[in-house]
């Protein structure tokens, strides 16, 4: 595949680390609720073992609350909506991981627009990772 370098293009976002502690507990992201990584392993936890439909609404606030986390870093450290986010840089992947929990959530409780919309957002920033995260 041919990459084509698009000049007006912002730069790739590199994160600063994540520095929530491990092992990460509902107690440890309830001290660092800011941490995409923190909302993303708990989504992540909560959506593989759901069950009830409280524990796919459990799941999927989990993973709105990473979502929404991973936007507001995002957006601090400069990026504009748009723009490569690389899996590769392992501080992005809280964030990443956090917008494909919102997807899983989202395709668990079938809201499929919702789905799609995270995959595009996934897609958008580093495709490679919404192949390997979806």
């Excluded at 041919?2 to 000049?7: G, K, L, Q, R, V």
């Excluded at 991981?97 to 595009?120: F, H, P, V």
Aim: glycine letters at 6%.
């Amino acid at each position: 595949m041919t990459s084509i370098n698009n000049m007006l293009a912002p730069p790739p976002i590199h994160l600063p680390e994540d520095t929530i502690p491990t092992p990460i507990t509902e107690a440890v992201v309830l001290q660092h609720p800011a941490s995409p990584l923190g909302w993303a392993t708990l989504a992540e936890e909560a959506i593989a073992t759901a069950e009830s439909d409280a524990d796919k609404a459990r799941a999927y606030a989990f993973a709105r609350t990473g979502y929404h986390r991973s936007l507001d870093r995002l957006r601090a450290n400069g990026w504009k909506g748009f723009g490569p986010v690389p899996f590769s840089h392992v501080p992005n992947q809280g964030v990443l991981r956090a917008i494909a929990a919102l997807a899983n959530a989202s395709k668990m409780i079938g809201d499929t627009s919702e789905y799609d919309r995270c995959w595009q957002m996934l897609s958008d920033a580093d495709p490679d990772c919404a192949k390997e995260l979806l």
